[in-house]
């Protein structure tokens, strides 16, 4: 059975960092695709990026391109997600979620994902 732990969720001001990692436990090989998501109080679970399981094939909503990076770490089966120059619009409960085999059309929604974390929230203040 897939499970997945996500950990460095806080409280930080605009324009600050955090991390996020997700550790996934269950895989028999690294071959799965991973992606973080978001949801905020009364909205919709957005995608907000996704990683195929070879670590080159990436994807971001326009809204954190150029501040959030998705990264993986096979041996230590963790994935991350550096958000930078964080905006109050960020804040939401943050979930890793992931599949395998991977490849679904859209890897930003999230019905291409079976497995989800309990989620960590965030909170950036203006």
């Known amino acids: 059975q897939v499970h997945l732990v996500e950990s460095g969720g806080g409280s930080v001001q605009a324009g600050g960092s955090l991390r996020l990692s997700c550790a996934v436990s269950?895989?028999?090989?690294?071959?799965?695709?991973m992606a973080w998501f978001r949801q905020a109080p009364g909205k919709e679970r957005e995608g907000v990026a996704a990683i195929y399981f070879g670590g080159v094939t990436l994807y971001y909503a326009d809204s954190v391109k150029g501040r959030f990076t998705i990264s993986r770490d096979n041996p230590k089966n963790t994935v991350y997600l550096q958000m930078n120059t964080l905006k109050a619009e960020d804040t939401a409960t943050y979930y890793c979620a992931a599949v395998s085999p991977c490849g679904g059309r859209n890897p930003l929604h999230p019905y291409e994902y079976n497995t989800w974390g309990q989620g960590t929230q965030v909170t950036v203040s203006s």
């Open positions: 269950g895989y028999t090989d690294s071959a799965y695709c």
